[in-house]
């Protein structure tokens, strides 16, 4: 009975994500992915895309939600919270929901449906997953000692 109950709360709580992704692009504010955090069966937290409406990249439904989460709960460490997506999450997304310590994340539409509407976000997939030396996207490291100023030893001797 209690995993029928949870596959229902679950439902529940992926059709609160579809419903915010659906309004969301129902008003023209952004592209049509909604996001809810959750702890203990309660909304912490919700966000939308917000690209199209603020010209910013990275306002996705799930860095929107974790960015409100944080912040209600006076912390980055969100573990025991779970993640409920409209939309697989993109790589950006993903990375976000491992630095916020999400271990449970629950999602809709996959790749495979955002791509037929146009928003896949594969190749940025493959571009991670390939050495650094073979990504479109080249980084290079300059020697930091240009600087006499020395952040991580500032932060070291902070976090003691």
Same mark, same amino acid.
């Given at each position: $009975?209690?995993?029928?109950?949870?596959?229902?709360?679950?439902?529940? $709580?992926? *059709?609160?994500?579809?419903?915010?992704?659906?309004?969301? @692009?129902?008003?023209?504010?952004?592209?049509?992915?909604?996001?809810?955090?959750?702890?203990? #069966?309660?909304?912490?937290?919700?966000?939308?895309?917000?690209?199209?409406?603020?010209?910013?990249?990275? @306002?996705?439904?799930? $860095?929107? *939600?974790?960015?409100?989460?944080?912040?209600?709960?006076?912390?980055?460490? %969100?573990?025991?919270?779970? %993640?409920?997506?409209? #939309?697989?999450?993109?790589? $950006?997304?993903?990375?976000?929901?491992? %630095? *916020?310590?999400?271990?449970?994340?629950?999602? #809709?539409? #996959?790749?495979?449906?955002?791509?037929?509407?146009?928003?896949? @976000?594969?190749?940025?997939?493959?571009?991670?997953?390939?050495?650094?030396?073979?990504?479109?996207?080249?980084?290079?490291?300059?020697?930091?000692?240009?600087?006499? %100023?020395?952040?991580?030893? *500032?932060?070291?001797?902070?976090?003691?």
């Amino acid at each position: $009975m209690k995993h029928q109950q949870d596959e229902a709360s679950r439902q529940e $709580m992926m *059709a609160k994500a579809i419903a915010l992704a659906y309004a969301n @692009t129902a008003k023209h504010h952004g592209k049509p992915f909604g996001a809810i955090i959750v702890k203990d #069966g309660q909304v912490i937290a919700t966000g939308v895309n917000e690209v199209v409406a603020t010209c910013d990249p990275t @306002t996705h439904a799930e $860095m929107q *939600a974790i960015r409100e989460a944080s912040r209600k709960e006076k912390s980055t460490d %969100l573990s025991g919270y779970e %993640l409920y997506a409209s #939309g697989q999450p993109c790589p $950006m997304c993903l990375s976000a929901i491992y %630095l *916020a310590n999400i271990q449970r994340v629950y999602y #809709g539409y #996959g790749e495979a449906e955002a791509a037929e509407a146009g928003l896949s @976000t594969q190749y940025i997939y493959e571009q991670v997953a390939l050495p650094m030396d073979q990504r479109d996207v080249r980084l290079q490291q300059i020697d930091p000692s240009c600087s006499e %100023l020395k952040p991580l030893e *500032a932060w070291s001797r902070h976090a003691r």
